[in-house]
């Protein structure tokens, strides 16, 4: 999981949250850097899913990939800080804010029902082995989100 607070900027702009009668700043993305941000996941891993915690369909594409064994990458929505910054920036990016997002090899395959789809169809496996080798897991389970290196040599 991103720790909180990644990519900010010194001249971010602030939102202003209310909490009952306290006010405080935090800081957040901007629109810019939540492109970059997802580009930057996308581009140094095989396997991405933007998820939240508590979807079936993002549990679902997560079930196929550990019954594959692939090693993935996944950003989990509702549990960071610009999670809805980034879900719109992924609706810009992608043409559909549902989660979850799935990306292999930097192509948006879509979501969870089309992941199974692809997976019935025979057509999952093949994307992830056009992937760098680092991908497949050779855990039955997959590696869930598990991150790895890439040696370029």
Request: with cysteine; charged share 15%; net charge positive.
């Amino acid at each position: 999981m991103f720790t909180r607070g990644c990519f900010y900027k010194s001249k971010q702009a602030f939102q202003t949250l209310r909490m009952g009668n306290f006010m405080s700043a935090t800081p957040g993305l901007s629109s810019s850097a939540c492109t970059q941000f997802v580009q930057d996941v996308v581009s140094s891993n095989c396997v991405v899913i933007f998820s939240k915690t508590t979807c079936p369909y993002c549990k679902m594409a997560k079930n196929v990939f550990n019954e594959i064994g692939a090693t993935y990458k996944v950003v989990e929505l509702d549990q960071h800080n610009d999670g809805g910054r980034l879900q719109e920036t992924l609706a810009q990016i992608t043409g559909a804010r549902t989660v979850p997002r799935v990306f292999i090899n930097g192509q948006c395959i879509g979501g969870g029902t089309d992941t199974k789809q692809l997976h019935q169809q025979g057509k999952l496996l093949p994307l992830i082995e056009q992937c760098r080798p680092c991908c497949l897991s050779t855990s039955p389970e997959g590696s869930g989100n598990a991150q790895y290196q890439h040696n370029q040599s």
